[in-house]
C-alpha cells in the first residue's frame, strides 16, 4: 500500500496550500518504504518548494482503499533564495477549495488539536 505524507502549516488562520488544477493541495507526496515522515517532508519542501520548515506534531493517519496518508502540523521557517515559492496562503475558512477530501478532514482534525491546546494553555480558547 501507498505511503502519502503532508504537512499542515497554519499561521494566523491561513494554511499554506499549493495552487493545483481546480483547486488546493498540501504540501507532500508519496513517501518511500522506510524513509521517516519528517525527513521527507524536510526534504520534499526544500527541493521542491524553496522553503525550509519544522515538523511538530503528527495529526492523524487516514486510509483510502489504494493508500495510508500521514499528516503533521508544522510551520514554515525560512524561504530559500534562489528557489520557486509556490506555496499561497489560503484562508482556513476556504477549507472547500482543497480538492483532496481527506486532506481536508485533516486539517479540521489539526484545527482541532490547535484549538484545544490553545484553549489549554492560557484558558481562553481561539
Not at 5 to 27: F, K, N, R
Request: one cysteine or more; glycine letters at 12%; a negative charge.
Amino acid at each position: 500500500m501507498k505511503q502519502y505524507v503532508y504537512l499542515i502549516a497554519v499561521t494566523g488562520g491561513e494554511l499554506c496550500a499549493l495552487p493545483t488544477d481546480g483547486g488546493y493541495g498540501l504540501p507532500g507526496g508519496e513517501c518511500a518504504p522506510g524513509e521517516p515522515h519528517e525527513i521527507f517532508l524536510m526534504r520534499y519542501c526544500m527541493d521542491r518548494e524553496g522553503y525550509v520548515i519544522c515538523v511538530e506534531d503528527f495529526v492523524c493517519e487516514l486510509r483510502t482503499a489504494t493508500a495510508v496518508e500521514y499528516y503533521y502540523s508544522g510551520s514554515l521557517t525560512e524561504a530559500i533564495s534562489g528557489q520557486a515559492h509556490r506555496f499561497s496562503p489560503l484562508p482556513v475558512a476556504q477549507l472547500q477549495l482543497l480538492i483532496s477530501q481527506t486532506q481536508r478532514r485533516a486539517v479540521e482534525d489539526c484545527l482541532l488539536m490547535m484549538r484545544a491546546d490553545a484553549h489549554g494553555s492560557d484558558g481562553e480558547g481561539l
